[in-house]
């Protein structure tokens, strides 16, 4: 049971460009929603988040939006630099405590 | 100030052997996190541990999986007569508080598990 979806598993970028990353979420009780960054044979780092209040928080090249309605989470980098290559994971938070994540985008952006 | 150490990094274990893997939190951290990440798929939650206290174990397998995070000393994640499809990187997580606050979780570098 995949609450936490991330539909596409790869995404490729030029240099200077927006980098959309998009995530959807079954669970409407999650209450906080991270996006993680990992590079190959590194644990996933965290890169920005945002509460099921708000609908928007920016820091820097990178920006959350969070449209509860359509339980969909995404990501924007912009502009997107080489270094920004990775894998990238949207998480969602239960009543639990505990973070349930995507299966992971991988992003290249081309130089 | 150390992050989440987790090892081995590497692990290689014969069908049916017992694999241990440790996790020892970042300091100040109290709660611990376990994910399994098996090729081509995303980070599944297996369990979530205080010290000596198992707080959610949902995601574990039923049979053979078993964790724990004494008193003293690093987690521990066990797994008994280890099969092929055990193989996967394994992360441990650690927070200060319950659900991590306002960054999440520390995440270790992992510990990948190859079962021959």
């Known amino acids: 049971d995949q609450q936490v979806k991330q539909n596409s598993p790869s995404l490729s970028v030029q240099e200077g460009r927006i980098s959309i990353l998009n995530c959807d979420y079954t669970?409407?009780?999650?209450?906080?929603f991270l996006w993680y960054k990992k590079y190959p044979a590194e644990g996933p780092t965290f890169l920005i988040s945002?509460?099921?209040?708000?609908d928007k928080n920016e820091d820097g090249r990178f920006t959350v939006f969070l449209n509860k309605s359509a339980k969909h989470l995404s990501l924007h980098i912009v502009p997107s630099q080489p270094g920004d290559s990775a894998v990238y994971f949207c998480?969602?938070?239960?009543?639990?405590?505990?973070?349930?994540f995507g299966t992971g985008t991988s992003l290249t952006v081309i130089p | 100030n150390a992050g989440v150490m987790q090892n081995p990094r590497h692990l290689v274990r014969r069908r049916g052997q017992e694999a241990r893997l440790r996790c020892s939190p970042m300091?100040?951290?109290?709660?611990v996190y376990w994910y399994r990440q098996l090729p081509e798929e995303g980070l599944k939650f297996m369990v979530y541990?205080?010290?000596?206290?198992?707080?959610?174990e949902s995601g574990m397998p039923k049979e053979r999986f078993s964790a724990e995070f004494p008193k003293e000393g690093p987690s521990i994640l066990r797994i008994q007569q280890v099969v092929r499809g055990d193989s996967a990187a394994y992360f441990c997580?650690?927070?200060?508080?319950?659900?991590?606050?306002?960054?999440?979780?520390?995440f270790g570098s992992g510990t990948r598990l190859t079962v021959v």
């Open positions: 997580a650690s927070s200060p508080e319950g659900g991590g606050g306002n960054y999440g979780y520390t």
């Open positions: 669970n409407s009780m999650f209450d906080y």
């Open positions: 945002i509460s099921s209040i708000k």
């Open positions: 998480a969602a938070r239960n009543t639990g405590n505990q973070f349930y």
């Open positions: 300091k100040g951290h109290s709660h």
């Open positions: 541990l205080q010290k000596e206290n198992i707080i959610d």
